[in-house]
Each structure stands twice: as C-alpha cells, then as structure tokens.
C-alpha cells in the first residue's frame, strides 16, 4: 500500500522537552512539507523540501526544525521554543515538476505539551 | 504574498439542502485552486482542482466548483448534500510555478442533519 505514515498518532510530552514527530512516504514523492493545524486556524506551512537535503522555512517555522536525509522521510523536531506547541500536525507530499499535482496528506500526529 | 478568504467557519445544512461553500484569494498571477475535505477521523483528501480550461470543474462526490477569474473566486457547489458530507472544507491557492507552496483558507466546518 502507497502512503504516509506519521507516527505516532497521540504524543504527550512535558513542557521544556523536545520532541521528533516522524513522517514516512513510500510514494516516491521529492516533495515532503509539514504543516500545524489549530482550530479555525487551517492548515499553516511550517517547513517544506523540495529535494533530499535541502529544506525551507514556511510561514511559522520559528521553534520547528527539520531534516531531509532520505527521499522518504522527513522528520520534525518541535523545540523547547517552540512558545505554543500543543497542535495537531500533518505531514504532506507530493510529485515534483507539475505546479498543479496535489499533496497528499498523512493521518497526522496530535502534540499534547503538559 | 498570496492568501486565502473563506468566507463561512461553520454552517449547518439539513440532508438534501444545497451548498455553496465561498472561497476568494488575492494573487496577481496565475494560480491553481485546490479544495480539499477532512471528514472525522480520516486524511485529509482532495476533493477537486483546477490549474487550466474550463472553469467548471467537477470532482468527488458530486461536487464542483467554480472558478471565476474576475472575481478571484473558487466557490465550492453541491446541489444536495447528504449527512456524510459532514466535514471540514478547505480551499487552497498556489502560484503556477513549479515549486511554490500551497496557502490555505481557514476552513469551513459544515455540518448536515438528518
């Protein structure tokens, strides 16, 4: 079955502690991205890669950090300064070339900080 | 910068009602409209896209969507909808380049009675 896995699907950490939320597509896709979505709020760019090794900062990139080390995978790690990390997250991918090819999303990973 | 404007956060629907979901964005240059659909509990998933030629686009589950270039509009239209339409809505805009990102709407949640 083509995919992408985030896991785990519920993870509770305590405040101060960083934390690596996982992300894996077995859909060939050069293009991986990570998004936060809060209520009312949609779905905001937090870090995308357009390529193995290479990554960019999106709109709220500020606490987050990522890595791009192979093709399927493309973890994020949510910081100690990260100032409100308690969302729900969602890992996306798509084919490169086409401007118009879709993302496809994965099952997300909700983030509780206590 | 590009953004997105939906225009509803919620709205409440009884079975077999129609929908008009708005959606407008502010980009001078040609873009691709993307809808997509978050029903509870599953992935995020595409509903329909346009990027050229007939304005009119048809997609899953008997909804369209309309692209009006003047008006910089991309209005979600069901002519009945049913309770297993319940979900979250989004609208998306991307630049038509090759590597741009998608920005999304804040979404709208659309509830159905029986």
């Known amino acids: 079955d083509g995919g992408i896995t985030q896991s785990p699907k519920y993870l509770f950490r305590k405040e101060g502690q960083n934390v690596t939320l996982s992300c894996e597509q077995n859909?060939?896709?050069?293009?991986m991205y990570w998004y936060r979505q809060d209520p009312g709020q949609g779905l905001r760019l937090i870090y995308y890669?357009?390529?193995?090794?290479?990554?960019q900062k999106g709109d709220i990139a500020e606490g987050y950090s990522v890595s791009r080390e192979k093709k399927e995978s493309f973890p994020l790690t949510v910081t100690s300064a990260q100032k409100n990390p308690t969302a729900f997250y969602l890992c996306?991918?798509?084919?490169?070339?086409?401007?118009?090819?879709?993302?496809?999303f994965g099952p997300g990973t909700r983030l509780t900080v206590l | 910068a590009q953004s997105v404007s939906q225009h509803n956060h919620h709205v409440i629907l009884s079975e077999a009602a129609s929908l008009e979901l708005g959606c407008n964005y502010s980009?001078?240059?040609?873009?691709?409209l993307f809808w997509y659909v978050q029903y509870p509990g599953q992935h995020l998933q595409l509903l329909l896209k346009?990027?050229?030629?007939?304005?009119l686009v048809k997609g899953i589950k008997g909804f369209e969507a309309e692209f009006i270039k003047s008006k910089f509009s991309f209005n979600l239209r069901k002519p009945s909808v049913q309770w297993s339409d319940t979900a979250e809505y989004f609208c998306?805009?991307?630049?038509?380049?090759?590597?741009?990102?998608?920005?999304f709407g804040k979404g709208t949640m659309l509830l159905v009675s029986p």
């Open positions: 346009y990027f050229s030629g007939d304005p």
């Open positions: 859909l060939n896709h050069d293009a």
């Open positions: 890669s357009q390529i193995v090794n290479d990554f």
């Open positions: 996306a991918s798509r084919p490169s070339g086409l401007s118009y090819n879709e993302q496809f």
């Open positions: 998306a805009v991307n630049a038509n380049s090759g590597y741009s990102t998608l920005t």
């Open positions: 980009y001078g240059g040609t873009v691709n």
